[in-house]
């Protein structure tokens, strides 16, 4: 829902969405490979119904799961720091979706702007950017609940 909105603010028509499972920004342990084979048969076949939507000329907009306002996650942000192998290149900042990197002093991270994507983390060509291992220990203790079985994409048209 929140992605819906964002769209239209940019003056886009939302008329399908698709909930493609990936493998988890924070915990990788959790969808590790997905997408996967199986997934992208899936999604072919999405973009088929997708396409035969706008084929017969339909435009209305799916029915999405969600909430207004936006439910927020709740407990300690899991916000990447750099470590002393920290160089302060700037890549991380650079490639930042939300900017929330400061561009002169990478240690300075907004983190009220920082959605933990882990981006920086992944992006570090050498490595100095971490997550408290408390905190990503524990948030992987909590996704395990609900994150260990196989889930299926979804499509709303």
């Given at each position: 829902?929140?992605?819906?909105?964002?769209a239209?603010?940019?003056?886009?028509?939302?008329i399908a969405?698709?909930?493609?499972?990936a493998?988890h920004s924070i915990?990788?342990?959790?969808?590790?490979?997905?997408p996967?084979?199986q997934d992208?048969?899936?999604?072919t076949?999405?973009?088929?119904?997708?396409g035969e939507?706008?084929?017969?000329?339909?435009?209305?907009?799916?029915s999405?799961?969600g909430?207004?306002?936006?439910k927020?996650?709740?407990?300690?942000?899991?916000?990447?720091k750099?470590?002393?192998d920290c160089?302060?290149?700037?890549i991380?900042?650079?490639?930042c979706?939300?900017?929330?990197i400061?561009?002169?002093n990478s240690a300075?991270?907004?983190?009220?702007?920082c959605?933990?994507?882990m981006?920086?983390v992944?992006l570090?060509p050498?490595a100095?950017?971490k997550?408290n291992?408390?905190?990503?220990s524990?948030?992987?203790?909590a996704l395990?609940?609900?994150?260990?079985?196989?889930?299926?994409?979804e499509?709303f048209?």
């Amino acid at each position: 829902m929140e992605l819906r909105d964002t769209a239209e603010r940019a003056g886009f028509r939302v008329i399908a969405a698709v909930a493609a499972i990936a493998e988890h920004s924070i915990a990788r342990q959790f969808a590790a490979g997905r997408p996967d084979a199986q997934d992208a048969q899936q999604l072919t076949g999405f973009a088929k119904q997708i396409g035969e939507k706008i084929a017969v000329g339909d435009d209305t907009p799916p029915s999405l799961p969600g909430n207004r306002p936006y439910k927020k996650a709740g407990g300690a942000a899991l916000i990447p720091k750099p470590t002393k192998d920290c160089v302060n290149c700037g890549i991380c900042a650079a490639k930042c979706p939300t900017q929330a990197i400061d561009t002169q002093n990478s240690a300075k991270v907004d983190s009220k702007a920082c959605i933990s994507c882990m981006r920086c983390v992944s992006l570090c060509p050498h490595a100095a950017r971490k997550v408290n291992r408390v905190l990503l220990s524990a948030a992987g203790l909590a996704l395990k609940k609900v994150c260990s079985d196989r889930k299926a994409c979804e499509l709303f048209l």
